[in-house]
T-cell receptor, first 113, second 112 residues
Framework: DQQVKQNSPSLSVQEGRISILNCDYT??????FLWYKKYPAEGPTFLIS?????DKNEDGRFTVFLNKSAKHLSLHIVPSQPGDSAVYFC????????????FGKGTKLSVKP | DAEITQSPRHKITETGRQVTLACHQT?????MFWYRQDLGHGLRLIHY???????NKGEVSDGYSVSRSNTEDLPLTLESAASSQTSVYFC???????????FGQGTRLTVV
């Protein structure tokens, strides 16, 4: 049973437009959420995180929104750039579990020039 | 600079052989993790450790073991490699529950 779901395997966006990547979770105990970016043949790299006490966190072109009642979070990239083309993983954890991250299956983002 | 390194980067082994993948981090992080990445499954947790002498099973731990004799290393052992264990393996470490995990470059393991 998947606790973290990314229902869109892929997303294609034009350069300069907004990219919105979605993630749903089922475990109401999750209280810390992260997004990772992964290029081919490399390890995932941390992008942005959000605690459940917030509903928004922004870092430059990247913003993560959290809707706890819907158990849904989204990553917005504005404006999208070709270098953003990668697989994006959503991850969640229960802080009492000492950082055991549960990942979604990932969404492959392609940003077209 | 502190880092996390995995070795080897690529490994081909035969069914039934014992294989050990190395993971070494220089951040002095207490938390270390092993994940495998497979098409259609994303990243799945194999084993994790919260400190020296501590090890815990993850979602897909069958056929794998880990040991934590020091802070820096968490080797992953496949006791008897099976074709179903062909995958890309990632090691990660983190400082605490509210900080991000840092990942190694991955080890591509092929079991023939």
């Amino acid at each position: 049973d998947q606790q973290v779901k990314q229902n869109s395997p892929s997303l294609s966006v034009q350069e300069g437009r907004i990219s919105i990547l979605n993630c749903d979770y089922t475990n109401s105990m999750f209280d810390y959420f992260l997004w990772y970016k992964k290029y081919p043949a490399e390890g995932p790299t941390f992008l942005i995180s959000i605690s459940s006490i917030k509903d928004k966190n922004e870092d430059g072109r990247f913003t993560v929104f959290l809707n706890k009642s819907a158990k849904h979070l989204s990553l917005h990239i504005v404006p999208s750039q070709p270098g953003d083309s990668a697989v994006y993983f959503c991850a969640a954890s229960v802080t009492g579990s000492q950082g055991n991250l549960i990942f979604g299956k990932g969404t492959k983002l392609s940003v077209k020039p | 600079d502190a880092e996390i390194t995995q070795s080897p980067r690529h490994k081909i082994t035969e069914t039934g052989r014992q294989v050990t993948l190395a993971c070494h981090q220089t951040w002095n992080h207490n938390n270390m993790f092993w994940y495998r990445q497979d098409l259609g499954h994303g990243l799945r947790l194999i084993h994790y450790s919260y400190g020296v002498q501590d090890t815990n099973k993850g979602e897909v731990s069958d056929g794998y073991s880990v040991s934590r004799s020091n802070t820096e290393d968490l080797p992953l052992t496949l006791e008897s490699a099976a074709s179903s264990q062909t995958s890309v393996y990632f090691c990660a470490s983190s400082e605490s529950v509210t900080t991000e995990a840092f990942f190694g470059q991955g080890t591509r393991l092929t079991v023939v």
